[in-house]
């Protein structure tokens, strides 16, 4: 046994100088989308009853606003008073300095709107491409705007005359959905 020993000792030596030192854990990456831009539309967020109409007092729909994207981005589920429902994607591109908005509905629309605060409304724009055998495109724009009561009044607007003139296609309140704190 004693003339073991000697080889065995080499042989730990050169086994402990290959294994690696450790190194200390590597730090988290710094979070993503912390600056006060990617907060703006953070007023919609929740689930909401929204009503419209005349009266702004028919149920037209419910629609729920969450956080994706390790809070990067807005995910949004809108399902109307028939169950059509449709879904868009919201997030602030700093490359850009704007908002964007991507929303495919299950009527097969995609509209995609870019914009920003003004004042204390987000408000989006851009063009639809019209599907009809004259082509053209419709403009649309959006505006939410948070209230004091915590509603969010919705105005859709679009235009046929490229801006010239807006008509409203749908002005609706979001109110909080009981289910929401």
């Not at 690696?20 to 600056?35: G, L, N």
């Not at 109307?80 to 994607?89: A, I, P």
Request: glycine content about 10%.
């Amino acid at each position: 046994m004693s003339m073991r020993l000697p080889f065995l000792v080499p042989l730990l030596s050169v086994a402990c100088a290959d294994a690696p030192a450790q190194q200390p854990p590597t730090p988290p990456p710094p979070q993503a989308c912390t600056a006060p831009e990617y907060r703006q539309f953070d007023f919609w967020l929740g689930s909401w009853d929204v009503t419209g109409g005349p009266k702004q007092d028919t149920l037209v729909g419910r629609n729920t606003i969450t956080k994706v994207s390790s809070g990067c981005a807005l995910a949004e589920h809108w399902v109307n008073s028939s169950g059509q429902d449709g879904h868009s994607l919201n997030a602030y591109d700093a490359a850009a300095g704007q908002w964007t908005q991507f929303w495919i509905g299950s009527d097969g629309v995609v509209l995609r709107l870019a914009g920003g605060l003004q004042g204390k409304a987000m408000v989006m724009a851009g063009r639809l491409p019209l599907a009809s055998a004259a082509g053209g495109e419709q403009w649309q724009k959006i505006s939410w705007t948070p209230q004091d009561d915590g509603s969010v009044h919705q105005h859709w607007q679009t235009s046929d005359d490229a801006g010239a003139t807006w008509q409203t296609s749908f002005l609706g309140i979001y109110r909080r959905s009981a289910a929401t704190p």
